[in-house]
């Protein structure tokens, strides 16, 4: 079976509701901030991501708030589908084609 | 957004034995990241790979246990050399592809040491 989430804090949602994952981020310096999806058996896939001289921005269906002040991230995910059920990823980054650092990783587990 | 294929997808190897992971990207890319991810964990970045120059680790990472290639734009491989148990992890590798800042991930090396 897959091991990827196995231990990660677990959010539980029903379907059509709408999901909240936070990340408490690390750098103050950090210009970047993005968020992954991973699936089992999968490598991260990209969702959205957002400058540090911004608060807001919006996709299909996820908006990423970033509030510098307490170094804290979240994902929204407007109506949740039970495809969206996956462990989910912050991530850091500084520079470009730079390293970067994740946080500790959410399971959202979607029921229906 | 660039495509990463990476292989093997999984193996079973002996204690002391080596494996080499490769990753080929669809695009040419500056720079290539290795990561682990140990079961039920989030992703630790072994090493940054860059084309024309010798891989930098990060703290806990060395050469000699994971030795980088990096031969051109579009390919990089990762040894894990004389595995022990403790190695049994995903190995991920990474390129700046997708998204203003997005990188792109293989789908990872699934490693079991026996």
């Known amino acids: 079976g897959e091991s990827v989430g196995l231990h990660l804090p677990t959010l539980s949602v029903q379907e059509g509701d709408n999901s909240i994952i936070n990340c408490a981020y690390s750098n103050s310096a950090s210009d970047y901030f993005i968020w992954y999806k991973q699936e089992s058996g999968k490598g991260p896939q990209f969702i959205i991501d957002i400058r540090s001289n911004m608060d807001k921005r919006q996709g299909q269906r996820v908006t990423v708030l970033l509030n510098k002040t307490v170094k804290h991230l979240s994902l929204q995910i407007a109506a949740t589908q039970p495809g969206d059920s996956a462990v989910y990823f912050c991530?850091?980054?500084?520079?470009?084609?730079?390293?970067?650092?994740f946080g500790t990783g959410t399971r959202l587990q979607v029921t229906l | 957004s660039a495509v990463i294929s990476q292989k093997p997808s999984r193996d079973i190897c002996q204690r002391g034995t080596s494996l080499t992971i490769q990753c080929q990207v669809d695009?040419?890319?500056?720079?290539m990241f290795w990561y682990r991810q140990q079961p039920g964990q989030s992703l630790t970045l072994i090493a940054t790979a860059n084309q024309g120059s010798e891989a930098t680790y990060e703290s806990g990472f060395v050469i000699d246990k994971f030795p980088i290639s990096r031969p051109n734009l579009t390919f990089s491989t990762l040894t894990v050399s004389n595995m022990s148990p403790e190695d049994s992890s995903i190995y991920l590798c990474?390129?700046?592809?997708?998204?203003?800042?997005?990188?792109?991930f293989g789908s990872g090396t699934r490693l079991t040491v026996v």
């Open positions: 991530a850091e980054g500084s520079g470009t084609a730079s390293k970067l650092t």
């Open positions: 990474s390129a700046q592809g997708g998204g203003t800042y997005g990188y792109t």
């Open positions: 695009s040419q890319v500056t720079m």
